[in-house]
């Protein structure tokens, strides 16, 4: 069981900025892609970002230019950096784990989410 631990979640104003934290297993954190997810009510799970183990890094569309997405070796942890929030980036985030890829369909484990509310 690989245990992931999203934290940071709150409810912020739109233009206030965010940082989310994920805590990983070391194996996990060492081999596998790690990415952030959405998922607002009644929607899909969206792709946020996903870094692997050498910094490459992809972001959605929705997102680019306002998340920033990093890895923290010392502390087995990424960062999901949100700046310029907007109330469409409210939803649950989802810390995730990937063997193979980098897409949704390609993680493996997953958090339990924290939530985020933006506020207009």
């Known amino acids: 069981q690989v245990q992931l631990v999203e934290s940071g979640g709150r409810l912020v104003q739109a233009g206030d900025s965010l940082r989310l934290s994920c805590a990983a297993s070391?194996?996990?954190?060492?081999?596998?892609?790690m990415g952030w997810f959405r998922q607002a009510p009644g929607k899909e799970r969206e792709f946020v970002a996903t870094?692997?183990?050498?910094?490459?890094?992809y972001y959605g569309n929705s997102v680019k230019g306002r998340f920033t997405i990093s890895r923290h070796n010392a502390e087995n942890t990424i960062f999901l950096q949100m700046n310029r929030l907007k109330p469409e980036d409210t939803a649950v985030y989802y810390c995730?784990?990937?063997?193979?890829?980098?897409?949704?369909?390609?993680?493996?484990?997953w958090g339990e989410g924290t939530l985020v509310t933006v506020s207009s």
């Open positions: 070391k194996a996990t954190f060492d081999l596998y892609i």
């Open positions: 995730a784990a990937s063997r193979s890829g980098f897409d949704v369909r390609d993680m493996d484990y």
């Open positions: 870094t692997n183990w050498s910094g490459t890094t």
